[in-house]
């Protein structure tokens, strides 16, 4: 990955007005729509998209008059930006990050003025309410979007658990409880989870009320399953590292990450124009036996405004 100086700090979001909503969803959304390659699009005319980007605006207009709520530019500035930013590729490229925090504040574009505490309205069927930014409306109160992660043994039905704490709901009806993980030794039964590295084993299969956390298998340790091993790999009752390049997965059809099984040998994905069977590589479809471009994720815009 190629650092960037001070000099190439990324370009912000526009602000985008009310009445601009129609004219800059038209200029940047649609026209993608019609340039990129498209397997199918939402809309079938150039108008359709036009008329769709219109009703996004008066939208915005009616629900502001009708509930008395506040406009945000920066949201479908934010989100025309993103159009701007991909281009033609595909929006699922940059969609699989499994280190991104599960509670997101989000953008709402359309936003009330009650502040934590104060009565709400939920608008219709929409992701909007009459809560200030960053707030939600549940049971009609304003809380936190995302309140502060939750201590040991804090109630944790409606919250997140701090790092390294998980909400524990046991079978004995209790209010769910945010515990540490099971170390090694420890019991995991009832819905205990065990620390990383660790995996829970019921030593006798007709007795389930007996399990305790247990350390995974190494490379070349014997093991019985896929969830034994460091490496997630038990292909032959020994855990062992996924093929690498030029590596054997004759019979498994299975390869490291980023790799496919091509002729019972582990290779690199497939390019752009290459021939191909089902080996193309991250954005790219084996079409007609030749590796093309993924759908743009412009084909099919999600309403910035409401749907």
């Known amino acids: 990955?190629?650092?960037?100086?001070?000099?190439?700090?990324?370009?912000?979001?526009?602000?985008?007005?009310?009445?601009?909503?129609?004219?800059?969803?038209?200029?940047?959304?649609?026209?993608?729509?019609?340039?990129?390659?498209?397997?199918?699009?939402?809309?079938?005319?150039?108008?359709?998209?036009?008329?769709?980007?219109?009703?996004?605006?008066?939208?915005?207009?009616?629900?502001?008059?009708?509930?008395?709520?506040?406009?945000?530019?920066?949201?479908?500035?934010?989100?025309?930006?993103?159009?701007?930013?991909?281009?033609?590729?595909?929006?699922?490229?940059?969609?699989?990050?499994?280190?991104?925090?599960?509670?997101?504040?989000?953008?709402?574009?359309?936003?009330?003025?009650?502040?934590?505490?104060?009565?709400?309205?939920?608008?219709?069927?929409?992701?909007?309410?009459?809560?200030?930014?960053g707030l939600r409306c549940r049971d009609d109160i304003c809380v936190e979007r995302c309140p502060a992660p939750l201590g040991l043994d804090a109630p944790c039905r409606d919250g997140v658990c701090d790092e390294g704490l998980f909400c524990f709901e046991s079978n004995e009806g209790l209010e769910p409880q945010c515990q540490t993980r099971s170390a090694e030794g420890a019991s995991c039964v009832n819905g205990r989870l065990c620390a990383e590295d660790l995996r829970c084993v019921v030593p006798d299969p007709t007795d389930p009320t007996v399990a305790t956390c247990e350390r995974l298998e190494e490379v070349n340790a014997p093991c019985m399953g896929h969830g034994e091993c460091t490496t997630g790999y038990c292909p032959a009752g020994f855990c062992v590292d996924f093929p690498s390049e030029g590596g054997d997965c004759r019979g498994t059809d299975v390869c490291a990450i980023g790799l496919f099984c091509i002729d019972d040998v582990c290779g690199p994905a497939k390019e752009r124009g290459a021939s191909c069977t089902e080996d193309c590589g991250g954005g790219l479809f084996c079409v007609e036996g030749v590796c093309r471009g993924s759908d743009a994720a412009a084909c099919w815009p999600d309403p910035p405004v409401s749907g």
Do not use: K, N
């Not at 159009?83 to 590729?89: G, H, Y």
């Not at 009650?114 to 939920?122: D, E, I, K, N, S």
């Open 1 to 133: 990955m190629l650092s960037m100086g001070c000099d190439d700090e990324p370009e912000p979001a526009p602000q985008v007005a009310v009445g601009a909503i129609a004219q800059t969803l038209d200029s940047v959304v649609c026209e993608l729509a019609f340039d990129c390659e498209c397997s199918g699009r939402q809309f079938e005319t150039r108008s359709e998209c036009t008329a769709w980007a219109t009703s996004q605006e008066a939208e915005a207009q009616r629900l502001m008059e009708t509930y008395d709520l506040e406009w945000d530019p920066t949201c479908v500035g934010s989100y025309v930006h993103e159009f701007e930013e991909l281009q033609c590729a595909s929006s699922r490229l940059f969609s699989d990050d499994s280190d991104v925090d599960s509670c997101s504040t989000g953008c709402d574009a359309l936003h009330g003025r009650g502040t934590v505490g104060t009565p709400c309205l939920a608008i219709e069927e929409t992701r909007y309410s009459t809560c200030d930014r």
